[in-house]
Every structure is written in structure tokens, then in C-alpha cells.
């Protein structure tokens, strides 16, 4: 996941500020007050340990370590932290749920699905009876 990598930083809610509306930023953002409504990122959102989201969240990666009551949909990956609080519908390539984290609703993941082949396995005897009467 890109927390590891050097994420860029374009917007930071801070604790104690409260915001209604849809928000909007070019690169990431982190949340650490209170928001309502949208956020929606070409970069990287994270919901920090005192962030409180009452949203839907749409990014290219996402972590969630505060509280979200919203869908989240992200491209890559989302990850939550063990103190998250998530409560909606996930869409994401990757899924990371650490222990402690309390997740309630629907994932799906999405991107591209690798093509399986059903095959069904018989023993021998029941094998060797179906190719006869077949035959």
C-alpha cells in the first residue's frame, strides 16, 4: 500500500475543525476533525485516529483509522487501521482489515477478475463409466 511510499499531502483537516459540504482536493488529504458529506481525491485520503467522516469517500487509496459512517470506493487499496470504525459499502482492488478494526457493511472488489475454467474431477470408476456410455 502507499502508506509506506512518500504521500503527498495537499489538504489537512485538523482536529477540532468541522466541515459540511462536498470536498474536493487535487492530490491527498487527511482528516483528522469532523466532516459531512463528500470527499473525493485523486490522491491518497486518510481518516486519522480523531477523524470523524460522515461520508462518502471516493480516492485512489484510502486509510481509515478514525470513524467513517459512509460508502468509501477507492481504485487501489484501502486499508483499516486496528482503531477504525467503518460503517458502509466498500469498492477497492485491495482490502486490508487490521485486528480491532469494526467494519459493517458490503466489499467488493473490483478490477479485473482472472478468467477460471470450471473443472469437474471424477474417480476413475465413475470416469471410465461415463466415457462408455458416451461412446
Known amino acids: 500500500m502507499t502508506r509506506n511510499k512518500n504521500v503527498e499531502l495537499s489538504t489537512i483537516i485538523g482536529r477540532g475543525s468541522k466541515i459540511s459540504g462536498t470536498l474536493k482536493v487535487d492530490g491527498g488529504v487527511r482528516i483528522d476533525g469532523d466532516i459531512e458529506g463528500e470527499i473525493e481525491s485523486t490522491g491518497f485520503v486518510t ?7 460522515k461520508a462518502n469517500i471516493k480516492a485512489q ?23 477504525a470504525n467503518l460503517s458502509g459499502d466498500i469498492t477497492a482492488k485491495t482490502v486490508k482489515i487490521n485486528a480491532g478494526a469494526v467494519f459493517n457493511g458490503n466489499s467488493s472488489m473490483s478490477g479485473k477478475s482472472p478468467v477460471i475454467k470450471q473443472t469437474t ?6 470416469a471410465d463409466r461415463t466415457e462408455t456410455k458416451t461412446k
Open 61 to 83: 487509496e484510502c486509510l481509515i483509522a478514525g470513524k467513517v459512517s459512509g460508502n468509501v470506493s477507492v481504485n487501489e487499496a484501502l486499508e483499516l487501521d486496528k482503531t
Open 47 to 53: 481518516i486519522g485516529a480523531t477523524g470523524n467522516a
Open 121 to 126: 474431477f471424477l474417480p476413475k470408476h465413475e
